[in-house]
């Protein structure tokens, strides 16, 4: 397999960087641990590179790769993933929901899912402080703030990734401790500290989540009309 940098150069001229529909390619493809990144990609009748796969470990899924998927060509995407995946494997694929159909041909996914990304629009963003917030390290040193009661988290965001240009944030929030704008103190503290290091924040959600979208939306978070595929599946013989 060739040098993983040498990889990553030949698909930068795929990828626009301060766009967010290629906010998690970029992130994923040019800037996970070397360690623990491999990279494939594709190329046309040029030589020029025209579709990736991503197989990352992630602190989030310690025993699950993450895949990453971006082809325009359905017929690179199948290629691409019988190249990378392992048959019997399961992963954890995100890619774009015109590739649905040729992702199935080689992964069993049992949920998919299509998921909204959200960037923080900030003439919406009212910032505001709550003392119950309490910022601790999270994993792979990437911060989260948490709300505690009864010395249990009841509330907590934080930062999934993070490039030069972008971060992508979560939150969660105990069903025990909802309607109380906790989940809302902690993405705003979060939100907060993202922009202060100079980077966009970007929340993405499943389409069906009613309540998550509301949350975003509340904080400043706008529909960039950008949708990911994903979901749980098994690489098939």
Same mark, same amino acid.
């Given at each position: 397999?060739?040098d993983?940098?040498?990889?990553?150069q030949?698909?930068?001229?795929m990828?626009h960087?301060?766009?967010?529909?290629?906010?998690?390619?970029?992130?994923?493809?040019?800037y996970?641990a $070397?360690?623990?990144?491999r =990279?494939? +990609?594709? /190329?046309?009748?040029? *030589?020029?590179?025209?579709? @990736? !796969?991503?197989?990352?470990q992630?602190?989030?899924?310690?025993?699950q790769?993450?895949?990453i998927?971006?082809?325009?060509?359905?017929?690179?995407a199948?290629?691409?993933?019988?190249?990378?995946?392992?048959?019997?494997?399961?992963y954890?694929?995100i890619?774009?929901?015109?590739?649905r159909?040729?992702?199935?041909?080689?992964?069993?996914i049992?949920?998919?899912?299509?998921?909204?990304?959200?960037?923080?629009?900030?003439?919406?963003?009212? $910032?505001?402080i709550?003392? =119950?917030? +309490?910022? /601790?390290?999270?994993? *792979?040193?990437?911060?989260? @703030? !948490?709300?505690?009661?009864?010395?249990?988290?009841?509330?907590?965001?934080?930062v999934?990734?993070?490039?030069?240009?972008?971060?992508e944030?979560?939150?969660?929030?105990?069903?025990a401790a909802?309607g109380?704008g906790?989940?809302?103190?902690?993405?705003?503290t979060?939100?907060?500290w993202?922009v202060r290091?100079?980077?966009?924040?970007?929340?993405?959600?499943?389409?069906g989540?009613?309540?998550?979208i509301?949350?975003?939306?509340?904080?400043?978070y706008?529909?960039?009309?950008?949708?990911?595929?994903?979901?749980? *599946?098994?690489?098939?013989?």
């Open positions: 397999m060739a993983l940098e040498d990889l990553r030949k698909v930068r001229p990828l960087f301060a766009a967010p529909a290629d906010a998690l390619y970029v992130y994923y493809a040019l996970h $070397p360690r623990r990144t =990279l494939y +990609v594709h /190329e046309d009748a040029t *030589g020029r590179a025209d579709g @990736f !796969v991503a197989v990352c992630t602190g989030q899924r310690l025993f790769p993450t895949v998927l971006r082809t325009p060509d359905a017929r690179a199948t290629e691409l993933l019988r190249q990378a995946l392992v048959p019997g494997r399961p954890y694929l890619t774009t929901p015109d590739l159909d040729a992702v199935a041909t080689v992964v069993r049992e949920q998919p899912e299509i998921n909204r990304v959200y960037r923080l629009d900030l003439f919406r963003f009212q $910032p505001f709550n003392v =119950l917030v +309490v910022a /601790e390290q999270g994993l *792979g040193g990437l911060p989260r @703030f !948490v709300i505690r009661s009864r010395g249990e988290v009841v509330a907590e965001a934080g999934n990734w993070r490039s030069p240009h972008f971060a944030v979560f939150v969660r929030t105990m069903p909802q109380r906790w989940g809302r103190a902690v993405l705003t979060c939100t907060m993202v290091s100079a980077r966009q924040p970007l929340y993405v959600v499943n389409e989540n009613r309540p998550s509301a949350l975003a939306e509340a904080v400043g706008v529909d960039t009309g950008v949708r990911e595929f994903a979901g749980e *599946g098994v690489c098939q013989p």
